[in-house]
């Protein structure tokens, strides 16, 4: 806290002692405790100003920001709320929503003032950065890339921008543009999180496991929490053959990410190749707990099925696996399953070669050449009974 803030909150609460009910005089302390971050000493004031002011906009627009610091996204919402059902329209309140229905995610509602307000005020120097985060979570890769963009020809600098400007190529599968984009961005904001996930994630398609491992450690240094950094790293540590490491860094990434299936079925896929059947079991139920509309997850329980030698369980999760998702890797690896298990092993070995030579990863290996790789590097980080029998 600077001194003049603080030397005035001291003559403030002076006054207060004094006067304890002057309403001006709590809102303007409490103003001042907000601004210098102090919630503690802001709460009573605020609490206070809204108790004898219950239907002030005021009283409860500072309440709400009080709410938000705290992390009480619900409460802060609710005052924001009440102020616009009111007819109250101004630029801070609706941002202040705006801002706490994208902590709740929910995106779709925020998305609309974000928009409003991106044509009305420039008062909000975050505002760019919120609206294309909040279309890239939509889904709205294109019409995200395409703001990103306008925004940046006016403020080429914008490392925020940038850095996400380069993981909206990378969830477009743009791998070089994402990868020229984030290099350029780490060079001078070495710690920008997209910027880092993206140069991961790019070095992991191009098949450079240590560099991608050094950029996802680096990531989990600035976000511990961050989901797409733990993946990276569990994926990286799939490609130098290191599965418990792997496990160790899916099982975070499910933990950051809860709703994320492609994590859950990559954990699963390494606690298979680790033939801990059971466990792998329970990850991909938990998949299905949130989409029992997935075919990989079907496919991966075929797997299972098939790996205990319960070839009829196998065969109708293949069967549905297939059905869902035509192309679904582990349904098709059941498949080939089956097929060698009816006795006819040269017919599920060219599946199998089908499977892996029609993939191709950014890096122009297809994943035979990928699995060889792992299989060179396993030799010198044997992980005890990883094969499949």
């Known amino acids: 806290m600077n001194a003049a803030l603080e030397t005035r909150l001291e003559k403030l609460f002076g006054f207060l002692e004094a006067d304890p009910d002057n309403y001006p005089l709590l809102c303007e302390a409490g103003d001042l405790c907000l601004q210098a971050g102090d919630r503690v000493r802001a709460r009573p004031l605020l609490e206070k100003a809204l108790a004898m002011h219950a239907d002030d906009q005021g009283a409860q627009y500072r309440m ?13 919402l609710a005052l924001t709320q009440r102020i616009l059902d009111a007819g109250e329209q101004h630029a801070a309140v609706r941002y202040q929503h705006a801002v706490t229905l994208i902590r709740l995610a929910k995106f779709a509602e925020a998305e609309p003032l974000l928009a409003a307000l991106l044509q009305e005020s420039g008062d909000f120097p975050e505002l760019p950065h919120l609206y294309i985060r909040t279309l890239h979570y939509l889904g709205k890769l294109e019409e995200a890339t395409r703001y990103a963009t306008e925004h940046l020809q006016n403020q080429p600098d914008d490392a925020v921008a940038n850095g996400m400007l380069s993981l909206l190529y990378l969830d477009q599968d743009k791998f070089d543009e994402a990868d020229q984009a984030a290099k350029l961005v780490l060079t001078t904001a070495p710690d920008n999180l997209d910027a880092l996930i993206t140069a991961g994630s790019t070095s992991l398609a191009y098949i450079k496991g240590e560099e991608a491992k050094e950029l996802f450690e680096h990531a989990i240094e600035v976000s511990p929490k961050n989901g797409r950094a733990r993946l990276g790293l569990g994926l990286s540590g799939m490609l130098e053959g290191n599965l418990p490491q792997a496990a160790v860094q899916l099982e975070k990434a499910v933990e950051c990410m809860p709703e994320h299936l492609g994590s859950w079925n990559t954990l699963a896929w390494v606690q298979i190749l680790q033939r801990k059947l059971d466990a792998a079991e329970r990850t991909l139920e938990k998949s299905l707990e949130i989409n029992r509309n997935f075919g990989e997850t079907y496919g991966g329980l075929a797997v299972v099925a098939a790996m205990r030698g319960k070839w009829d369980q196998a065969k109708i999760l293949t069967e549905k696996a297939l059905r869902l998702q035509p192309d ?8 080939s399953l089956l097929v060698a298990q009816r006795g006819r092993p040269q017919q599920a070995s060219a599946m199998i070669d089908a499977i892996l030579n029609n993939f191709t990863t950014p890096g122009g290996e297809n994943l035979t050449e990928l699995v060889r790789r792992f299989a060179a590097k396993k ?4 992980v005890k009974n990883d094969k499949l029998h």
Do not use: I, Y
């Open 379 to 382: 030799q010198s980080h044997p």
């Open 64 to 76: 709400s920001v009080l709410l938000f610091g705290e992390k009480d996204w619900d409460g802060s």
């Open 328 to 335: 679904s890797f582990a349904g098709r690896f059941a498949q």
